[in-house]
């Protein structure tokens, strides 16, 4: 990362106060994404959710929707997915295990965004080497090949952590997710790579978000997964969302965000 943007200057200041973090103002739901879309910028571009019938893949179906995207859902199964997210949008069966099955998917998509996670303590053949690397992989190559324009990845903090006590408790979760991370880097694709700390099923809007790089250790904090989403919403299509990796967490309670100077106050992945 470019050592020498003020926003840099900023987090070493806030570290200096034990937080290594900025605040930046409140998640209001996917508003500048909407502005794009009806602007001209975005008119009905294709957005592939990946992970669509998650927690945090729902919220992003939903407040794509909102913000006049066309919506395609990426499922396994869509018997199980279509009463968790409704006839507005367009299924594609997939599996990010058998990549034979995701260029079908990508044809005519614009955008994607990948909350995809492995769950192999239900599935054991779907761990995270698999999903969280492998299946990310396959994706960002198959996007690559389908010339999507924006790949905004849902990833997590602490992935540069491994002695992070997740790593022992989920089969090196985060570790794969990092090599997923550099995958979707090496993809040649435009790229937002999203961090957040602990996931909430809690409405979003209702706090600023806390947002930093660096990945810095001992953050203990979360955020609701309907905020995620509207970062990840926000994301599509900006160029200054472009090659941006950055950690995520709720901020100051009342707050707001304004997505330009959030997106711009990042300094970009080194090449
Ligand atoms: N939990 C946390 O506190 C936390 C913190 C930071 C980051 N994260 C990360 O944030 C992301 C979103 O988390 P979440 O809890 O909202 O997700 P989630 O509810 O666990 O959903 C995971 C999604 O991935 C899909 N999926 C799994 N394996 C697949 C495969 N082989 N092919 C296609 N789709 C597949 C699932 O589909 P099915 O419905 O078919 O299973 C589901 O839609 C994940 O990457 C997670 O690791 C989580």
Avoid at 161 to 180: S, V
Avoid at 242 to 254: C, L, Y
Wanted: charged share 25%; glycine share 12%.
């Amino acid at each position: 990362m470019n050592q020498s943007t003020g926003f840099l200057r900023m987090l070493s200041m806030t570290a200096a106060l034990g937080l290594a973090s900025a605040l930046l103002a409140g998640p209001a739901v996917a508003a500048d994404a909407a502005a794009a879309v009806k602007s001209g910028t975005g008119p009905a571009a294709v957005v592939l959710v990946a992970g669509a019938t998650g927690g945090t893949g729902r919220e992003v179906v939903r407040q794509a929707l909102a913000s006049g995207y066309r919506v395609r859902a990426l499922v396994r199964d869509e018997a199980r997915a279509r009463p968790l997210l409704g006839d507005a949008v367009e299924y594609v069966v997939g599996n990010v295990l058998e990549p034979a099955t995701l260029g079908r998917a990508l044809q005519g998509v614009d955008y994607v965004v990948s909350a995809l996670g492995s769950n192999s303590q239900k599935e054991p053949e779907n761990r995270p080497e698999r999903v969280d690397y492998g299946g990310v992989k396959s994706l960002a190559e198959a996007a690559s090949k389908a010339g999507v324009k924006h790949f905004v990845l849902v990833s997590s903090m602490g992935v540069t952590q491994p002695d992070h006590y997740l790593n022992k408790a989920f089969d090196n979760i985060l570790t794969w997710k990092l090599k997923g991370e550099d995958a979707l880097r090496a993809s040649g694709l435009r790229y937002t790579i999203v961090r957040p700390g602990g996931l909430r099923d809690e409405p979003g809007g209702k706090a600023g978000i806390r947002a930093m790089q660096g990945d810095p250790k001992g953050i203990r904090a979360g955020i609701p997964r309907a905020d995620v989403a509207a970062v990840c919403v926000n994301a599509l299509g900006r160029a200054d969302a472009d090659r941006k990796t950055f950690e995520i967490v709720s901020g100051v309670e009342g707050e707001r965000v304004d997505w330009a100077s959030f997106f711009a106050g990042f300094a970009a992945d080194g090449r």
